[in-house]
């Protein structure tokens, strides 16, 4: 009886610990998307060196500030918001909402995993808007029609690279 009671502390006091460190949250993905968020934190210097060889981006996007929604596999979603500046370099990328977005982009934890993984990233994610599994759109007229132009500027370069 004594040997059972001294197992259920140390398992008791393991759990909080592990809790208490956040290593069973990142492991069963209720982490509020921490885990994931951290991961995506170093892309952000990644396309800021590569933003200018990115076709009609700098050309059609800048002064943005974009809420993004991630759909992760917990059933919960992750907001990120990102602000740019006129030559479409992210300023700002923090986890949670954003007043006043210009634009609204949508996808998935897996997309969002499987673009990190990816040997090329960037074809990743070129793949990922060619298939429908990120999706934006506009707010507002202007943003509306500068995102339809985007769009199509991006199908078109995709033909080309």
Do not use: C, W
């Not at 008791?12 to 949250?25: D, E, H, N, R, S």
């Not at 002064?63 to 990120?80: F, K, P, T, W």
């Not at 300023?91 to 897996?110: L, M, Q, V, W």
């Amino acid at each position: 009886m004594r040997k059972n009671r001294v197992t259920s502390v140390f398992v008791t006091a393991f759990l909080v610990t592990a809790v208490l460190a956040g290593f069973i949250p990142a492991a069963v993905g209720a982490d509020g998307g921490d885990a994931l968020f951290a991961a995506m934190q170093p892309y952000v210097d990644i396309y800021n060196a590569n933003v200018e060889n990115i076709p009609v981006i700098n050309s059609l996007i800048g002064a943005e500030r974009i809420r993004g929604e991630i759909a992760l596999n917990d059933g919960s979603s992750l907001v990120v918001s990102i602000v740019t500046d006129e030559d479409a370099k992210a300023i700002s990328f923090e986890k949670g909402e954003i007043s006043d977005p210009t634009i609204k982009a949508s996808t998935d934890e897996n997309t969002v995993r499987s673009i990190i993984t990816a040997a090329d990233p960037i074809a990743a994610f070129q793949d990922a808007l060619n298939s429908g599994a990120i999706h934006f759109e506009g707010v507002g007229m202007g943003s509306k029609v500068k995102v339809g132009l985007l769009k199509v500027g991006l199908k078109l370069a995709g033909f080309f690279t």
